[in-house]
């Protein structure tokens, strides 16, 4: 909640995820596999902030 453009840029992902896997079709791995760099960014910086890793 604190961070707009982190939800944003999750939402951004999740759609084109999901626009993707309705084209070209898929499983719900892969729709969580083409979100997971957006995610896993969003993760790490939130652990940097929080000193949980360096």
Do not use: C, T, W
């Not at 626009?19 to 760099?37: F, L, T």
Request: hydrophobic share 40%.
């Amino acid at each position: 909640m604190a961070h707009p453009e982190d939800r944003e840029q999750y939402a951004a992902a999740k759609f084109a995820s999901a626009a993707q896997i309705n084209a070209e079709g898929g499983r719900v791995m892969d729709y969580n596999q083409r979100k997971q760099p957006v995610l896993r960014d969003i993760l790490e910086r939130m652990f940097r902030a929080h000193g949980l890793i360096d």
